[in-house]
């Protein structure tokens, strides 16, 4: 077992987690949501126009570099109420070489507010209909 497995395992053993999926009714809500309001709701955590490319990093275990991204090629959303973040994942894998892009938004206060998130980036283009919901043994 190589060491980054082995640390991956050991991650896994310490964090527990489920996730929320969106409902029906939820996902057509979103489908229908005017990309104007979609804007307005990452506009409250601090992004200006999530229809354009931002900044997103690569995971601290693979360099950390940054780069452009588009809400359209998010793939994963976790939200962690410990730190009240809520990191949007485009794509990659540490099992098949290829690693996450990340970017987080802050101030999330609980898991209504992350699921609004959601739909405003399924609204927008976002490849998920799920929010992970990550907490810590100690949380």
């Known amino acids: 077992m190589t060491?980054?497995?082995s640390i991956l395992l050991l991650v896994i053993f310490f964090v527990c987690g489920c996730a929320t999926k969106l409902t029906p009714q939820e996902v057509a809500t979103s489908s229908v949501m005017p990309e104007s309001v979609a804007v307005k709701i990452f506009q409250k955590y601090?992004?200006?126009d999530m229809r354009k490319p931002f900044y997103a990093s690569e995971t601290r275990i693979c360099g950390?570099?940054?780069s452009l991204v588009s809400?359209?090629?998010i793939t994963k959303m976790v939200y962690t109420p410990s730190t009240k973040r809520l990191s949007l994942q485009n794509g990659g894998?540490?099992?098949?070489?290829?690693c996450p892009v990340v970017t987080f938004v802050d101030n999330v206060q609980s898991l209504d507010q992350a699921k609004e998130l959601l739909q405003a980036a399924k609204a927008l283009g976002?490849?998920?209909d799920t929010v992970y919901v990550m907490s810590g043994v100690f949380d």
Not at 93 to 98: I, Q
């Open 46 to 48: 601090g992004f200006p």
């Open 126 to 128: 976002a490849q998920t």
């Open 64 to 66: 950390g570099r940054a």
């Open 71 to 73: 809400i359209t090629s």
């Open 3 to 5: 060491k980054l497995n």
């Open 93 to 98: 894998n540490y099992f098949n070489g290829s």
